[in-house]
């Protein structure tokens, strides 16, 4: 007997025919970084080709990518230090910029899917995802200020909140927020494995959140742990979690892979700022074709099991036509 696995990769058509793996540009959740003002297009030096926009340009860049195809955008708030606290007031502030952009999106692009980061580092002089007392990140604090957030979300008519903290409970506490206020179709898209991770030092030059003091390791998973992983992400989907996460992506495919084998709700995967950058300065370099790498990196994401995509690169590949 002659095995001939040749045969299924002769050409494009046959390797087409019998490819295990699809990617679609309806996979990919854009994240946007929005600032105060107006006309705002800045580039963030560390993530080439990538800016924080104020609301009106945001919205204009939203509607072109949802012609293109983009299903759903991911809000991300800069805010200016003279509003940073040490309750994260502005996070509650009903004017803000990120109820404030929902409500824009969702009149302007009523049929795309707007999801908002439920974090308090934005907003916090220290940097953290949570309320610092002497030194310490209060947990059970911190979640009470995050689901006021999402009721605040909600109310501005946000499709999904999107918890990025790694707080004990903060999925039950949302979820019951958003029910006690009569949210029920509003969704929650869970990080439920987020490893502390220098990969995302980009995004904190973007938002310039990076923390004050100390580290994120008291609440961002370690990563060295695996079963960890899948023990905090059943927890959440108890909770009441509809989409989970796995963040960040590209180190952490194992992960993707267990959880995939773990769960029956989506899973969402975060290409993050630093594997963003790694690509970047790679082909900046002429040490690695962009295009090529990433498509490669984000067939990678779905072949593990992610079902949809937080990434970087959709501007890029929907300009490019790479799909
Ligand atoms: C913070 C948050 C971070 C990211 C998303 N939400 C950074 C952090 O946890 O310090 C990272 C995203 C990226 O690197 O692309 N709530």
């Not at 002769?10 to 105060?36: G, H, Y």
């Not at 938002?207 to 959440?236: C, H, V, W």
Request: charged fraction near 25%; hydrophobic fraction near 40%; aromatic fraction near 10%.
């Amino acid at each position: 007997m002659v095995n001939r696995y040749r045969t299924l990769r002769k050409n494009p058509a046959i390797r087409e025919m019998v490819a295990e793996t699809q990617l679609s540009i309806a996979d990919f959740i854009v994240p946007f970084f929005i600032c105060e003002g107006n006309n705002i297009k800045v580039e963030i030096p560390s993530m080439p080709d990538y800016y924080r926009f104020s609301l009106d340009l945001a919205v204009q860049e939203a509607a072109r990518l949802y012609e293109a195809g983009i299903k759903s955008i991911l809000l991300f708030a800069k805010v200016p230090d003279e509003k940073k606290d040490e309750p994260c007031s502005e996070a509650l502030n009903f004017e803000g910029l990120l109820p404030k952009s929902i409500r824009a999106f969702k009149k302007e692009i009523p049929e795309l899917i707007v999801m908002s980061d439920i974090a308090l580092d934005p907003y916090s002089p220290f940097g953290h995802d949570g309320i610092v007392q002497k030194g310490k990140i209060l947990n059970d604090q911190t979640v009470e200020v995050l689901a006021k957030m999402s009721v605040v979300h909600a109310q501005a008519g946000v499709d999904l909140v999107a918890p990025s903290d790694m707080m004990d409970n903060r999925v039950k506490h949302i979820r019951t927020a958003l029910e006690s206020q009569g949210f029920s179709d509003t969704g929650i898209m869970s990080y439920s494995a987020k490893y502390a991770s220098c990969f995302y030092g980009p995004f904190r030059d973007a938002l310039d959140s990076a923390p004050g003091f100390g580290d994120k390791k008291t609440y961002q998973m370690d990563y060295r742990n695996r079963q960890e992983a899948i023990r905090e992400t059943l927890r959440d989907i108890e909770e009441g979690a509809d989409i989970v996460m796995v963040k960040p992506g590209l180190p952490y495919l194992d992960i993707i892979r267990e959880v995939r084998d773990a769960v029956h709700v989506p899973i969402a995967a975060y290409q993050v700022s630093g594997e963003y950058a790694m690509i970047k300065a790679a082909a900046a370099n002429g040490w690695l074709e962009e295009d090529k790498a990433i498509l490669e990196s984000l067939y990678a994401f779905k072949r593990a099991g992610a079902d949809l995509i937080a990434t970087y690169f959709a501007q890029k590949i929907i300009e490019n036509q790479l799909l």
